[in-house]
């Protein structure tokens, strides 16, 4: 059965999965997109992860839990295994008759040092597989958070982490530029689809998740989600970085069907990254001159972004790095 | 379950917000107990995760723990403080008395008769011990209060409250204070403190608990593996329990789970009953429901699911982030401070979360 698109937020119902009682930080935003995520799954739905805020914080508060369906934690570098296996197992016991037929979305829902690093090949491996209805979705804070903040391969340049603190030798912070895991996921042949997502446009998640979890194999999500405590900002901004981060360019948000590429967010009039990075502690140390190189670099990528969605094609939006200073 | 080793020793803790106050409280732990050696004494500070990690505004506690090292066994591991222990207890922002925390089911749980405590407040001492009576108080306490606003001394609360807590407390002395900081290159401070140390007023009290404190917890009896009735009944407890003693009892055990580890959730439409979040809360929404358009924006965006499908406020889990007030697009959601929610007073010392952010540093 097919998962019907979300056209009002109101139609997305009114029961959680991933339900209250959990101690993310106040303004959490991987948990505003755990929520958004299982309620467009819905209740057939198994949760899976590899350990990271999303379960650190959410399981074992007094031997209770928030999920409202079946759940498992996984060790950090098993998520992709562990999402196959789940799938196998419902596989298997159904062609053998010993479960009734039925579509069980398997959901593996992973933070960017899970997916992103350290279980990279075990994601990877998972997706050559041919299951449907399986789900793996990276939520982008952009750092090991649980941990206390340690730089990922996604933590965008310039900021500031425990392994990256900006000082008087080493001014800028990250010298890494953030790795795009969803473009390298769309060249895996046997994904049907794969997206970048972020919180805002409001229902961006939740309809990804539907399209996924309709497209028949195995499916990749990307999602951009802020963290209060990682990047240094007032818990009540979770949504307005969330806008602010697709207003300005710095996260493009697409999806990539089946060998066909589209933006599903165009900004009118790109935003200046300013507003964007300034709302952030971890970046005050960067000069106006580094922002206005990174706004340059961002530029040069949309041209490229934009043509990849008049072509319908992938281009890689490759362009120089801002040089080091 | 008392350790009479931990008894003879002398505790401060410091009850703070995490990631706010982290750095605050961190500094107010090393600064005594580096007096504690100054002083010749041998002295530990830790801070402990106990269910609640350092999360955004999730309370978090540090303790600074002396003896002397002729005849005690002093600490070097982080240990559950279970008994009467404390000595001093130093409250950063003072909201925290207006709820049961996570890790120490209350503030003044644990602590001595005689224990001095010290608050980060504009509030007027009176009502602070009201507040104390009514929410913090599981046993009689006959100590003293010192009630400063640490913010208008210094942007790094942690050094007003060490004068504070000198004045009131005859377990660290000022000198040893000044001469921590000087060892800790902190000497520029010591001004901060002595001004501290010479505007505090500490007033002795003496608080009775009362009788609906001592009203004991009802355990349920294990009847077997899978017994979902017994589990929630145990996590009921646990959240209920007004002790840190009785919510350790209170937890529910392995033993009344199920084999292999499994824990029951709730079921579609339930939330977690064994574990709220309002002690997270300084802030919290008021929903004007005559402007509401209906948007569902402030229901979806609310990570804590505390925000109802029909825009009510759920407070047992609102953790008062104030994503909701922030999304609304007819600005039907204004956030109070939980003092002024609850008894109509303003507390101006609280600490706003941009301030504090500046003041941050990993
Ligand atoms: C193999 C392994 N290495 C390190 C850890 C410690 N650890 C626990 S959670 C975590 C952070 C995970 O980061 P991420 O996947 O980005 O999730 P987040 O905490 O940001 O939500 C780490 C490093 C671990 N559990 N296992
Ligand atoms: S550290 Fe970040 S991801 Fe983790 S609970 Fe806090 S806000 Fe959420
Ligand atoms: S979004 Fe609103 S209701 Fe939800 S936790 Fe934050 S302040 Fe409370
Ligand atoms: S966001 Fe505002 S208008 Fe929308 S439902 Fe909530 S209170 Fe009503
Ligand atoms: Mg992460």
Redesign the pocket.
Known sequence: MSLQPIRAPKELGSVDYYTSGHRTCAGCG?AIGYRLATKAAGPKTVLLG?????Y?ANGHQFLTSPYAVPWFHT???GGGAAGIGTAAAFRALISKGKRRREEVNVLVY?????FAD?GYAGLSMALTYDYQRLLYILYD?E?????GIQA?STTPWGATTTFTPTGKVKRIGNERMKKNVALTIAAHPGVRYVATSALYPPMDLANKVRKALNSGGPAFIQVLTPCPKGWFFDPKHTITLSRLAVETGAWALWEYEEGTFSLTYKPPKRRGLRDYMRMQGRFTHLSDEDIERLDRMIEEQWKLWLESDRQGRLILPWTPPPTPL | MAIPEYERLTWAVVHCRGVLHTAHGANLVRTLATAGMVAGKESYYYMRYDDSPERDNVPMIFYAVMGDPKVDVVLHEEVEPVGKLFDAVVVMDSSLLLHRTSQRALILDGTKEDAVLVVNTSLPPERVLEIVGERQLAHDWRGSLVNIRARTYDPEIAYPLLGALAKAWNGIRIEDIIGALELLGKGEKASVVEEAYRDAEPIRVFLRAGERALGRLELPEARGWWDLETYRAYQAAAAGARTYEERMMAMPRWEVLAPGLIEFGPTPGEKNIGFTTSFERYLRPKVDKGKCTDCKLCYHYCPDGAMGFEAIVDLNYCTGCGICAEVCPVKAITMVGEWEAEKGLREEELLTIEEALREYMY
């Open positions: 991987p590899p350990t990271g805020c999303m650190v060790q950090l570098g992973g933070g960017d040092g899970g350290i804070n750092s090991y958070a649980n941990t990922s």
